[in-house]
């Protein structure tokens, strides 16, 4: 509570000072069921992030975040890091490993049950691969 009524302050202070730099943005971030959309949101909200609102249905993941404290890679990496594939931006096989057993959400037979068409990595595919095909890395 303390961390929001001061967080509140600090957003008029700036905002009052015309130094506010809020980017408000949508990513596709892969995951299954509830527990995915908690690791994923409390993964997103780093240090500069105002809003991380994933939907289980569509997949998409809602960001506010201040432009002046955090970018868009940094906000991705953070959720690569707890396992989950981003759209262009794949988890590791490392990262991956570490997801619950009933969150696999690369595994094919988890989709199906769970209404989820082709994941964001194929089967067997590299990390590399995928980018391959992936399209458009901006770098
Ligand atoms: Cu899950």
Sequence with gaps: MKTTISALF???VLSASGQSKITETTIEVDGLCGMCEERIENAAYIKG???ADWSQETHQL???FRSDKTTLT???AA???VGHDVK???A???QYANIHGCCRFRDADLRAS???GDPLCKPGETHEEHHAHGGKDKH
């Design 10 to 12: 600090l957003a008029f």
């Design 49 to 51: 992030v105002k809003k």
């Design 62 to 64: 809602d960001l506010i």
């Design 74 to 76: 940094e906000i991705i």
């Design 79 to 81: 959720i690569n890091e």
């Design 88 to 90: 262009d931006h794949l």
């Design 92 to 94: 590791t096989d490392e």
């Design 114 to 116: 769970h209404g989820l």
